[in-house]
């Protein structure tokens, strides 16, 4: 059983930056695809990015140039480093994981708010 923690989030003005970190624990880190989601109030989830061993990744149209995910395996950390903020990047943030042979994310965090203001 996989357990994931976000941080990070918070109270950005727009053009400004916020980078979220997912702790996981309770799996093997470094086998695990890692994705970022996000949720806006009354909307569905959707997709941000994901990275999978370091150097397989990719990002939602609406945030490629602005966001960059990373991992860390060694310290079983994701991080979204978010860029160039724009009011409609409001939303929870969640980190999920998957096993690569899984279609869907098994395991969710939390999630953090992320509000940016004009």
């Known amino acids: 059983q996989v357990q994931l923690v976000e941080s990070g989030g918070g109270l950005v003005q727009a053009g400004g930056s916020l980078r979220l970190s997912c702790v996981a624990s309770?799996?093997?880190?470094?086998?695990?695809?890692m994705g970022w989601f996000r949720q806006e109030p009354g909307k569905q989830r959707e997709f941000v990015a994901f990275?999978?061993?370091?150097?397989?990744?990719s990002y939602d149209d609406s945030v490629k140039g602005r966001f960059t995910i990373s991992r860390d395996n060694a310290k079983n950390t994701v991080y979204l480093q978010m860029n160039s903020l724009k009011p409609e990047d409001t939303a929870v943030y969640y980190c999920?994981?998957?096993?690569?042979?899984?279609?869907?994310?098994?395991?969710w965090g939390q999630g953090t708010q992320v509000t940016v203001f004009s």
């Open positions: 999920a994981a998957k096993e690569i042979d899984r279609r869907d994310y098994g395991y």
């Open positions: 309770g799996g093997t880190f470094s086998s695990y695809v």
């Open positions: 990275i999978w061993s370091g150097d397989i990744i």
